[in-house]
C-alpha cells in the first residue's frame, strides 16, 4: 500500500485552501480569483467537511468568531456586494450549506439536478410527483409569475408568511436553491433588520445556464467536480465525497475509477494518522 505523509498533505491543503500569508485572500477580486482557482468553495468552513473556504482564506484557520467586528467578517461585506454582479454562483448547494460556484463550473452542477430544460414546467413535474412540497411549489411559481421578490414579500405573496408557515418557508428556499431552482440575487433593506435577501429563477438570472449544460452528461459532471475537489483538498475517502455531494456510493466509485484510469489518482493509500484507504492525487505521491 502506498503512504502518504500527514505533513505532505497539510502543506498541499495550506496552499490550495489560501492558509498561508502570501497566499491570503485580501480583496472582492482575489476573492473572484480564489473560486475560480478552486471551482467551488464554501463561504464559511462548515463542520466535518473538509473544503476550502472564503473565511480561512481571508481570515486564516480559525473558527469563525461571533465578534460582529471581526476583521474576517468583511467576506459577508463582498459576499453581498457581488450578489448581483454575476461574477459567481452563490446559493445554498453542497449540503445545503452557502456555496460559492466558478459561473465555469456551475453547469457541471446544473447537470446534476431535475431541471430539464422547461423552468416553467419541470417544477409541476417533480411536484405532481411528490418531490417537490406544496410550500416549494408556491415559492416557485410567485417567483416565475413576480419576478425577482425581497423575502419578506415572498413570504407574503406566497401566502406563507403565518408564523406556523415560517419553518416550511425556510425549508422551500433550501431546496430550492440546492436543486439550482432559485438564489439570492440582492440585498434589500426589507424587513425589520433592513436586511433581507432577495430571490429569483435560477434561469432568468443566468439566462445561457440551460444552454450552457445541454451536452454534459451526469458522469461527465461528476468526474469533473469529483477530479475538483480531490485538487483542492488533495486525499479523500470515499465516503468523504459522498457526504459532500450526496450522491451514492456507486457513482461516487466510477468517477473515482475513471480518474484513476486516466492517471489523475492513486487509490488504496494510506495517510499518516489517518484509518482506511485514502484516494490521493498521482502529484502528491
Not at 62 to 91: C, F, I, N
Not at 166 to 172: S, V
Amino acid at each position: 500500500m502506498s503512504y502518504l505523509p500527514i505533513e505532505h498533505l497539510k502543506a498541499y491543503r495550506a496552499q490550495t485552501f489560501r492558509l498561508t500569508a502570501e497566499r491570503r485572500v485580501k480583496n472582492p477580486e482575489e476573492a473572484i480569483a480564489f473560486a475560480n482557482e478552486r471551482g467551488f468553495i464554501y463561504f464559511w468552513p462548515i463542520s466535518g467537511i473538509t473544503l476550502p473556504n472564503l473565511w480561512a482564506a481571508v481570515a486564516g484557520d480559525r473558527p469563525v468568531a461571533d465578534a460582529h467586528d471581526d476583521p474576517g467578517h468583511v467576506t459577508w461585506g463582498w459576499k453581498d456586494s457581488l450578489l448581483d454582479k454575476r461574477v459567481w454562483y452563490y446559493a445554498k448547494v453542497l449540503r445545503k450549506r452557502a456555496t460559492i460556484i466558478s459561473l465555469d463550473i456551475a453547469p457541471y452542477f446544473y447537470a446534476l439536478t431535475e431541471n430539464y430544460g422547461s423552468p416553467e414546467e419541470d417544477y409541476l413535474t417533480l411536484y405532481e410527483q411528490g418531490r417537490l412540497t406544496q410550500e416549494a411549489r408556491a415559492v416557485y411559481e410567485t417567483l416565475l409569475d413576480k419576478g425577482a421578490l425581497d423575502t419578506i414579500t415572498l413570504k407574503r405573496e406566497a401566502r406563507l408568511s403565518s408564523p406556523e408557515s415560517a419553518a416550511r418557508f425556510e425549508r422551500a428556499l433550501t431546496d430550492l436553491q440546492t436543486d439550482f431552482k432559485i438564489l439570492p440575487v440582492r440585498v434589500t433593506e426589507a424587513g425589520a433588520w433592513h436586511y433581507s435577501y432577495a430571490y429569483d429563477l435560477v434561469t432568468r438570472h443566468y439566462p445561457d445556464l440551460i444552454d450552457r449544460t445541454r451536452f454534459i452528461g451526469e458522469r461527465e459532471a461528476r468526474q469533473k467536480l469529483t477530479e475538483l475537489c480531490l485538487r483542492s483538498v488533495g486525499a479523500a475517502q470515499e465516503r468523504d465525497l459522498t457526504r459532500l455531494f450526496g450522491w451514492k456510493p456507486v457513482e461516487v466509485n466510477l468517477a473515482l475509477q475513471r480518474l484513476i484510469e486516466m492517471c489523475m489518482i492513486r487509490g488504496g493509500v494510506e495517510v499518516e494518522t489517518e484509518r482506511g484507504e485514502w484516494y490521493v492525487l498521482s502529484e502528491l505521491m
